[in-house]
């Protein structure tokens, strides 16, 4: 067999394995930062205790990164998606509120804004794609779930 051959079988065999091993990773790694044609989508998969914090495991259709598109996290009964983000005032007429911008990715663990320390009565926690102006990019592509079981 050439040499060819034989290091496009190994690179095969080493990416199967890496995909066995670690789907998330796997996928995050080759997931383009820019958004589909149907915009850039996050969605909370799963919210567990963590300590004093929120686990939150995320799903995403782009790989998030602060200095590119990313997420905002915040506490819905606190804010609207229009208010978490710096285009709030300008764009939607409404005052700026508090969220937590992140590219923890898929696994993200409550904090800043968006710390359970921070929530007051709220209960429903919520996500939504921003760029790198932190400015949310589409107020009608955003996701919530209740997590008072989890409080």
Not at 121 to 146: E, K, P, S, W
Request: charged share 20%; net charge negative; aromatic share 8%.
């Amino acid at each position: 067999m050439d040499t060819f051959r034989l290091v496009n079988r190994v690179a095969v065999v080493f990416g199967t394995l890496m995909l066995i091993g670690s789907p998330n990773a796997l996928a995050a790694d080759t997931m383009p930062n820019a958004c589909p044609v149907d915009g850039c989508v996050v969605k909370i998969v799963s919210i567990k205790p963590a300590g004093d914090e929120l686990e939150i495991t995320f799903d995403s259709n782009f790989t998030p990164d602060v200095s590119k598109n990313h997420f905002h996290v915040w506490w819905g009964e606190n804010f609207t998606v229009e208010q978490v983000g710096r285009n709030a005032e300008p764009e939607h007429g409404v005052t700026q509120g508090s969220w937590h911008r992140h590219a923890d990715y898929p696994v993200y663990i409550t904090q800043g804004a968006a710390s359970v320390s921070a929530r007051g009565d709220a209960t429903t926690v919520c996500v939504t794609a921003a760029d790198r102006g932190h400015n949310v990019l589409d107020v009608a592509i955003y996701d919530c779930v209740d997590a008072s079981g989890q409080l």
